[in-house]
C-alpha cells in the first residue's frame, strides 16, 4: 500500500527528542486547544472531512471534554454501564486503594503535555505526542463488555481505534513477540502511591493479541475524553482479558522478544497470570470466576454467569488453539 | 454507680451501636447506595468493618477497667457491646448469602407479596451450589464462617440464667473464644484483600494491642501471686 499522508505520524525524528507539534499542525488547519486536562477535540483537515458530526447535545458532554467518534460495528445487546458508575468505580491503586480513591484524587494526573516513548524492538525508537496519536484514525466508538478479576462487571462505550494501527506504524521488528504497556510512574502527581507494589505499572501481550482487531487503543469512553481515573489520557482495553491487563495512562510501548513483566503477575504469580483470559472454568484461588456481578443501571449489581472469554470467543478463541488456559490462565 | 446511671449509659449504648446500621439505612432510603456502583460491595465491607470495630471495642473493655477500679463498672457494657458484634456479624454473613450469592431477592419478597413464598425457597436451591462451593474451597470464607460460629456460641450463652446453669468456669472458658473470633476476622480480613493491599493493618495493631495488654497483664498477675504465696522469713526471737 503506498505511503499515505496519514500514515505519518509527526515527522521521523531520533528518540532523544520529542515529535515537535509544529511540524505535524503545518499539514493541518489549526485546531482549538481546550482547558487544561481536555483533548484537542477538532481533527485535522482529513478527519473533518471524513468523520460526521457527532457532537451530542446532551448536558452529559461538556464542550470541552468532547470527542469527535465514529460508530463501529462492535457492540453487545447488554445493557449499559450509566456514566457515574463506571467514573466512580475503579481500580488505579497510584491513587489509592479504594474503589472511590481514583475518583478522589486522579484530579492530580497531568494529562497535557503527554508522550509516549515507543522503543525496543522497532525499526525505529521514537517518541510520540498524544494528540498526533489520537489523530492518527478515526476514533470509534466501541461498546465492550468489560470484567474484572474481582467478578463484578460493566458494560461501557469505549472511544478508540484498534491497536493494531499503532503497532503497525511502530514497525516492529520480525524478532518482536511481545508489546510491553508502562505507566505514568510520577510521586508529585501520585501523593497516594501505595507502598508494597514493584511500581511503574507494566502490562502486556502476545503480537498476535495485541494485533487482533479487538484490541483497543483508547482515548475516550461515552464520547468524551477519558477522566483521569479511567487512564487519561491513553489506555488500551483488551475486553476478552480481565481488567487489570487494560493499562492505563500509558507513556511507554515497547517491543520485546520475550514475556514482558507485568505487574500483578509478579505480585501474586498464582493469582494472576500473564493471559489472564476471562474463563468461568478458571477459578482465582480465593473466590471463583464462574459468576459475575453485572453493574448497571439497577440498584444492585445482578450476578450472571461469566462467559468464555467475556463473551469474545468468536474473535479471539482463535489465538489460544491447542494452549492449555488452566496452566496458562 | 447508680442503678439510673447504668440504665442510662446502656441506652445510649444502644443507640451508638444501632447509628451505623441506621446510618446504612438512610443511605437506601435517601437513594445514596443506589448511586453506588456495586452497593452489595459497599454493604458488605459496611458491615464487616462496623463487626471489627465494635468487636475490638468489646475486646477493650477489660484492659481498660483494669487502669482505675473507679472505672471498673465499663464491665457491665461488655455484653451489649459484644451483642452488638454479633448483630452486625450476623448483617454481613446475610449480606453475602441474600446479596452477594445471586440469591434474587427482588423476585423472592415480590412472591412472598403475591402469596406464593415457595420463592425463597426456590432462590435459595438456586444459590445453595455456589454458596457450598465456596465453603469447600475459599479459606477466607471458612475462616469467616468460623469466626461468626463463635460469636453465635457466644450470643446465645450470653444471658444470665444460661451462665448460671453452665456454671462460672466453664461460661468463662466458652467466652474466652471471643479472641479466636477476633483473630479469626482480622484474619479473614487479610485473606480477602488483593495481594499488596493493606487496609486490614490498622485493625490488626489494635487488636495486637488489645491481646498484648492480656497477655502483659495475665503474666503480671501471676508473677505478683509467686511473690505473695512464698513465706515470710522467719524471725527468730531470743
Not at chain 1, 498476535?208 to 482495553?237: H, K, S, W
Not at chain 1, 467475556?310 to 494452549?323: F, I, K, P, S
Not at chain 2, 487502669?67 to 458484634?85: E, H, K, M, Q, T
Request: aromatic share 12%; glycine share 6%.
Amino acid at each position: 500500500m503506498p505511503s499515505r499522508k496519514s500514515d505519518r505520524l509527526g515527522s521521523v525524528i531520533p528518540s532523544s527528542e520529542i515529535t515537535p507539534k509544529e511540524t505535524f499542525d503545518k499539514h493541518r488547519q489549526s485546531r482549538r486547544r481546550f482547558l487544561t486536562g481536555a483533548a484537542a477535540a477538532g481533527a485535522g483537515a482529513l478527519a473533518a472531512t471524513r468523520i460526521p458530526d457527532l457532537l451530542r447535545s446532551s448536558d452529559e458532554v461538556h464542550a470541552a471534554t468532547q470527542l469527535q467518534v465514529v460508530p463501529s460495528k462492535y457492540t453487545v445487546p447488554d445493557a449499559q454501564t450509566p456514566i457515574n458508575k463506571a467514573t466512580n468505580y475503579n481500580n488505579f491503586y497510584e491513587f489509592g486503594t479504594d474503589k472511590s480513591d481514583p475518583a478522589h484524587h486522579a484530579h492530580t494526573l497531568i494529562t497535557r503535555p503527554w508522550t509516549v516513548k515507543i522503543d525496543g524492538l522497532v525499526k525505529k525508537p521514537q517518541t510520540l505526542d498524544i494528540d498526533a496519536i489520537m489523530s492518527y484514525r478515526p476514533v470509534e466508538s466501541r461498546v465492550y463488555r468489560h470484567r474484572c478479576v474481582e467478578a463484578w462487571s460493566m458494560v461501557i462505550p469505549w472511544d478508540g481505534y484498534s491497536l493494531s494501527e499503532l503497532i503497525n506504524f511502530c514497525e516492529p521488528l520480525p524478532s518482536a513477540k511481545y508489546v510491553e504497556f508502562t505507566t505514568l510512574l510520577n510521586r508529585k502527581q501520585m501523593p497516594d502511591l501505595p507502598g508494597g507494589f514493584d511500581w511503574p505499572y507494566t502490562e502486556g501481550l502476545r503480537m498476535d493479541e495485541a494485533m487482533n482487531p479487538l484490541a483497543l487503543l483508547t482515548f475516550g469512553c461515552y464520547g468524551q475524553v477519558l477522566p483521569n481515573q479511567n487512564g487519561a489520557p491513553i489506555r488500551v482495553v483488551l475486553p476478552w482479558k480481565y481488567g487489570f491487563k487494560s493499562c492505563k495512562s500509558i507513556v511507554k510501548i515497547s517491543f520485546t522478544a520475550k514475556q514482558p513483566h507485568t505487574l500483578w503477575n509478579e505480585m501474586a504469580p498464582n493469582e494472576y497470570g500473564f493471559y489472564s483470559n476471562v474463563n468461568p472454568k478458571v477459578d482465582h484461588p480465593r473466590w471463583s470466576q464462574a459468576h459475575e456481578r453485572r453493574i448497571d443501571s439497577s440498584t444492585f449489581p445482578r450476578t450472571i454467569p461469566t462467559q468464555m472469554f467475556n463473551g469474545y470467543g468468536d474473535q479471539v478463541a482463535g489465538l489460544y488453539a491447542g494452549m492449555d488456559l488452566k496452566k496458562f490462565y | 454507680m447508680s442503678k439510673h446511671l447504668i440504665i442510662a449509659l446502656k441506652f445510649v449504648l444502644h443507640l451508638l451501636c444501632l447509628a451505623p446500621f441506621a446510618y446504612l439505612l438512610h443511605l437506601y432510603g435517601n437513594g445514596t447506595l443506589a448511586l453506588n456502583p456495586d452497593p452489595v460491595n459497599y454493604i458488605t465491607h459496611f458491615t464487616g468493618n462496623w463487626t471489627l470495630y465494635i468487636l475490638l471495642a468489646t475486646l477493650a473493655i477489660t484492659p481498660l477497667r483494669r487502669l482505675s477500679p473507679r472505672i471498673g463498672f465499663l464491665v457491665r457494657f461488655r455484653r451489649l457491646i459484644g451483642l452488638y458484634a454479633f448483630f452486625y456479624a450476623t448483617l454481613h454473613l446475610a449480606t453475602y448469602i441474600f446479596l452477594f450469592s445471586g440469591y434474587d431477592i427482588v423476585t423472592a419478597f415480590a412472591s412472598v407479596r403475591t402469596g406464593h413464598p415457595g420463592e425463597i425457597v426456590t432462590q435459595w436451591k438456586f444459590i445453595w451450589p455456589s454458596i457450598a462451593d465456596d465453603l469447600l474451597k475459599r479459606r477466607f470464607i471458612q475462616v469467616g464462617l468460623f469466626a461468626w460460629l463463635i460469636l453465635f456460641a457466644l450470643a446465645v450463652t450470653s444471658p444470665a440464667f444460661i451462665m448460671r446453669a453452665m456454671g462460672g468456669k466453664n461460661w468463662q472458658r466458652l467466652h474466652r473464644l471471643i479472641y479466636v473470633a477476633a483473630i479469626a476476622g482480622v484474619i479473614h480480613f487479610w485473606w480477602l484483600v488483593k495481594t499488596g493491599v493493606r487496609t486490614p493493618w490498622k485493625d490488626t495493631v489494635i487488636l495486637a494491642i488489645l491481646l498484648l495488654a492480656r497477655i502483659t497483664y495475665a503474666v503480671l498477675k501471676r508473677r505478683h501471686k509467686r511473690v505473695s504465696a512464698s513465706p515470710p522469713p522467719v524471725i527468730s526471737r531470743v
